[in-house]
């Protein structure tokens, strides 16, 4: 790589012949500065033209921006025996304080997490920033679904499958190129796949990313006859269909028991009609799990794509890359064989797999917000008002003191209940865990919006700016609201919790 002296890059300081230094390296401006976004005049004035812009840069750009081939090949060499210090590789684990959990963090101790979820965690990083964040940054801005060629690997590496949990539907599976056995699979490798994807902070393709596959396979997998599981699952498991639930209607939603959708027997067929409402991966799924209404009760049937059902986008303010649907079914033929269980217990196929939904959207949810904290850390210590850096204000520490408390309460409670699960069977789980993971939702959904308030107040406009700067503040501002709602409403989720601690009260319990 060439070098330059600071003296020789100085010469470089006017209209056509502009110089710069970003952290060491030297940029040769002159024919990019007619086309910068923010006017050229802000690049020739002293302290930039032929200067080290680093601070002016980094008060107005993403460390990303440099790294795109367009501005990347403006480069033109470095400042002699200088070597960059602001290195940013996506793959690293963070050192800024609190930026990750303390297990990831170097000097800390963990009793849950071993060798082997540090190496699958250090895979699955990768992973993430070579292969999925490219396509999630352009899919939560053009609002297109995954792109085949991501689902592809998320398939070879069987992180798809992974993200169902531990279970008989990994066995044989060599996973993540066999760094890790299928029996060797816990929760807390789950818990690092669902990290990795919530600090993408691109919320609207966390759903996108076939979350209609973790919520919409398991019922056939658990209830499905051996025929239907022997064809669906391998189609779904290798990213050849798509799933997803479809539980909710315009007036069943918490109240799962009002559905109107009906099933009505007719010799070896089902006929649905109805209509349900906010189906995640619904516009393009191949198969809809669906709860409705039958004779006696509630029955989920496996219902595939046809003429006969219709798909319309619902637009919410999150991407449209999540796929969301209004799902008509209009006199729906499906044979027999497609009943996913007992006829009439639908209702515990419905209820069998919310716990492990919730836990996910926890996961995704605290992931999401300590991407925040670290962004607030970032910035707080770099922008610079009335002379000094923001973190120098203690009305700013006192707000980044109860973001960062938020954060780490919260992963320590999660990491509790994943060890609690790891231990448990699946009844002790339904039996012990349904109200502390409730409680947990609605602790990280309803704290994930106080830090998205107190990180939009500390990144100012910014804050609410779709691109730039401030774009994770503003996108999780935005779609931190998600959260709260699906998969159990925030209210629903604290009652459900204290009935549950209710309900477990000892009859002897008196002051
Ligand atoms: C983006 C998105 C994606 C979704 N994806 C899916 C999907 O893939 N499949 C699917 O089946 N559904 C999906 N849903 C639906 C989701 O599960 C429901 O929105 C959720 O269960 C809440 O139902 P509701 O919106 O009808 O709100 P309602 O049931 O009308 O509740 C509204 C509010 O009333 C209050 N409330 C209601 N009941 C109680 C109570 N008992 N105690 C205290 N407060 C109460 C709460 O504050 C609640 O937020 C999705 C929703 C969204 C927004």
Redesign the pocket.
Known sequence: MKTFTVEEVAQHNKPGDLWIIIDSNVYDISKFAQLHPGGVGVLTTKNIAGQDATQAFYGLHRQEVLHRPQYNRLQIGRIQGQEPVIVASASDVSSVPYAEPTWLSAGYYSPYYTESHKTFHKEVRKFFAEVVYPDAVRCEENGKRVSQDVVDKLCETNLLAMRLGKGKHLEGKTLMGGIIKPEEFDHFHELIINYELGRMGTRGYV?GLL??NV??LPPVINFGSPELKARIVPEVLSGKKFI?????E???????SGLQTTAERDGDYWVINGT???????MFADYFTV?CRTDGGYTVILVPRCEEVETKA?K?A?SAT?G?AYVTFDNVRVPVGNTLGKVGSGMQVILSNFNHERWMIICTALSAQRRIVEECLKWSNQRVAFGKPLNSQAVIRAKLASMIARVESAQNWLESITHQMNNMSYSEQSNKLAGPIALLKQYVTRTGRETAEDATQIFGGRGVTVSGMGKLIENFHRTSP?D?????????M??LGVRQAIRKMPQNARL
């Open positions: 759903d979350a209609g919520i919409g997803c639930l479809a539980i909710t315009a007036f069943a939603g918490s109240d799962v349900k409402k906010w189906i995640t991966n619904g709860a619902i919410t999150y999540a969301t998600y709260a709602i699906l998969g159990g409403a925030e209210d629903v604290g009652d």
